[in-house]
T-cell receptor
Framework: QQQVKQSPQSLIVQKGGISIINCAYE??????FPWYQQFPGKGPALLIA?????SEKKEGRFTISFNKSAKQFSLHIMDSQPGDSATYFC?????????FGTGTRLQVFP | KAGVTQTPRYLIKTRGQQVTLSCSPI?????VSWYQQTPGQGLQFLFE???????NKGNFPGRFSGRQFSNSRSEMNVSTLELGDSALYLC??????????FGPGTRLLVL
């Protein structure tokens, strides 16, 4: 019930395309859903986050879509660029700890 | 503002030894959380400190401990190291609870 399931494990997208990563959760107590981006040798960097009272949040080329009834949320990266090539983690939080998904390795080819 | 800093960045230890890792949060942040990242288990929560008190704890053995000082800096200690403790240890800070901002991590290798 504490898990966050993330898919796909890896994703290959052409430059300019849309990258979509999905996550699902079970615990309805989760009340904060962030996405992190991690480059090799670096710590995760907060990209964008959403709370369950909002169905969509957009920041630049990054959009979170949130479906509370389905207990699913997704990250859309519009106009994907080679510089977006990284590992992306979804997470969910209740109390003060983050429960992370297993990560998606995104590769954007020119 | 300067980000979260962690020292050392890399560490090599042998089984049975103990290790202490340090984390300095973003200025003004009072909450510090620790996570372990491994290829097999992913990112797992260790514990969280706020105003020198442990507020939350993950499912790790008692060999993993931490503390927070009055200036919000935090240390994490692992005693009697095992090979499986090899990982990237990440510290994250936040003003009160969320969002959490991560440091670059300390890569620990246990031989």
């Amino acid at each position: 019930q504490q898990q966050v399931k993330q898919s796909p494990q890896s994703l290959i997208v052409q430059k300019g395309g849309i990258s979509i990563i999905n996550c699902a959760y079970e615990n309805t107590a989760f009340d904060y859903f962030p996405w992190y981006q991690q480059f090799p040798g670096k710590g995760p960097a907060l990209l964008i986050a959403i709370r369950p009272d909002v169905s969509e949040k957009k920041e630049g080329r990054f959009t979170i879509s949130f479906n509370k009834s389905a207990k699913q949320f997704s990250l859309h990266i519009m106009d994907s660029q080679p510089g977006d090539s990284a590992t992306y983690f979804c997470a969910a939080s209740w109390t003060d700890k983050l429960i992370f998904g297993t990560g998606t390795r995104l590769q954007v080819f020119p | 503002k300067a980000g979260v800093t962690q020292t050392p960045r890399y560490l090599i230890k042998t089984r049975g030894q103990q290790v202490t890792l340090s984390c300095s949060p973003i200025s003004g942040h009072r909450s510090v959380s620790w996570y372990q990242q491994t290829p097999g288990q992913g990112l797992q929560f260790l514990f969280e400190y706020f105003s020198e008190t442990q507020r939350n704890k993950g499912n790790f053995p008692g060999r993993f401990s931490g503390r927070q000082f009055s200036n919000s800096r935090s240390e994490m200690n692992v005693s009697t190291l095992e090979l499986g403790d090899s990982a990237l240890y990440l510290c994250a800070s936040s003003l009160r609870r969320l969002p959490q901002y991560f440091g670059p991590g300390t890569r620990l290798l246990v031989l």
